[in-house]
């Protein structure tokens, strides 16, 4: 019996310290390798804003405050989840979470699975909640773990754990395929997704982690009931490529291979949004390979509610609180000042600006016009 339980305890811990290992890899490897798409983009360069010569407003003017899932932003902008369960991630959630407070924006948590193994592990999650009383942060979990019966009274924990305005579902069956040590399990993950909007208490956002998602699984959720999908779309960090330099160090070379062919898998940002936008009414979040303020004041014209970065912060993150502040005000000057230029006084006139697709995107868009879903 007693011998049953060491084995037990060594289990759980050889599964935490594997987590642990994972998360502090993903951080490394984001940091130091190139691991955003090679050959294709988000495409949001095809899309065209109007300069008008005539703004008539002042620069100072421009109000670009909104609204996501009830709670007021400065701006249209949140950090992408990225990390939890570390060492490495405790400071740099902390570093987020103390400049979305003073920004008045908001943040996602990385898959919070390892809160649940290591209670010591939580607080590299919590101290986000502790920094940003205020902020909107989102809690995470993966379909995978749906999939595999992630328990709801856990899922439960992990959102009151952060005191999360949200509940954030990754779904990443693309990068646990490449995974070294992925669960490729995704049965049942929509009836799952069906079951804890019924009983989370919170809105549950949908969300890719860089490979995009389509307009049908977008109305598949949209049915499903979550509140707002996140699209995470390919253009910008390639977690196919991420898990290619964790399969070479590990000498796999079928995983590498796999990890090759699929470094630029995915649904450009830009055309998901075109497609999900043009066949459902659901809160859109654009993300994966936003790196202006420019592309998020695209984002907006064609109708997304809210845009996230993460790799962009990740550097930043690791230095202090400051350095994110600093870069994200960056940002927001960018989109302020092409609001500017479109005569956009507020996100509201944003939304209403015209724009032109060109190039690759007109494809996809005349793929979406046609098409019945
Ligand atoms: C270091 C790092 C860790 C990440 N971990 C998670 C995670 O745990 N859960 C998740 O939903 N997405 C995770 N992501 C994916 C991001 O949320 C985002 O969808 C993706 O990186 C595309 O956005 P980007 O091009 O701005 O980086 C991670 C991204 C990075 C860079």
Not at 151 to 173: G, Q, R, S, T, W
Not at 294 to 302: D, F, G, L, R, T
Not at 310 to 328: G, N
Request: glycine letters at 8%; a neutral charge; aromatic letters at 6%.
């Amino acid at each position: 019996m007693a011998a049953d339980k060491a084995d037990a305890e060594k289990e759980k811990r050889e599964k935490i310290d594997l987590i642990m290992k994972r998360k502090e890899e993903h951080i490394k490897i984001c940091l130091d390798q190139p691991v955003q798409a090679k050959n294709v983009r988000t495409l949001f360069s095809d899309v065209r804003l109007l300069n008008n010569s005539l703004p008539e407003i002042d620069f100072d003017d421009i109000d670009t405050g909104t609204e996501f899932l009830g709670k007021k932003f400065s701006a249209p902008f949140m950090v992408g989840a990225m990390t939890g369960g570390a060492e490495m991630a405790k400071r740099i959630n902390s570093n987020i979470g103390e400049a979305v407070e003073k920004l008045g924006l908001g943040m996602a948590l990385g898959s919070q699975r390892a809160a649940l193994y290591d209670p010591v592990l939580e607080e590299t999650y919590t101290i986000a909640r502790k920094k940003a009383p205020n902020a909107f942060i989102g809690a995470n979990i993966g379909g995978a773990q749906i999939s595999t019966g992630m328990k709801i009274e856990d899922i439960k924990k992990l959102v009151a754990m952060v005191d999360a305005n949200a509940l954030y579902v990754h779904l990443n069956p693309a990068q646990e395929i490449v995974q070294p040590e992925g669960e490729a399990k995704y049965r049942n993950v929509l009836e799952g997704i069906r079951a804890i909007v019924k009983s989370v208490g919170k809105p549950v956002v949908a969300k890719e982690v860089g490979f995009g998602i389509s307009p049908m699984v977008a109305t598949q959720l949209e049915k499903a009931g979550v509140s707002a999908i996140e699209i995470a779309g390919m253009g910008g960090t390639s977690y196919a490529a991420v898990e290619w330099y964790r399969a070479k160090a590990m000498g796999m070379a079928d995983k590498m291979d796999l990890g090759s062919i699929l470094w630029d898998w995915g649904i450009p940002t830009a055309a998901s949004l075109y497609m999900i936008r043009k066949h459902s009414k659901i809160p859109i979040v654009a993300s994966g390979g936003i790196r202006t303020g420019m592309e998020i004041a695209k984002a907006i014209a064609m109708g997304a509610s809210l845009t996230a970065m993460a790799l962009p912060v990740l550097r930043p993150a690791t230095e202090s609180a400051d350095s994110v502040q600093k870069f994200i005000e960056k940002i927001i000057l960018e989109l302020k000042s092409v609001m500017f230029l479109l005569g956009a006084k507020n996100i509201g006139e944003l939304r209403k600006t015209p724009y032109v697709i060109t190039g690759e995107l007109a494809t996809w868009k005349e793929y979406a016009d046609k098409r019945e879903l």
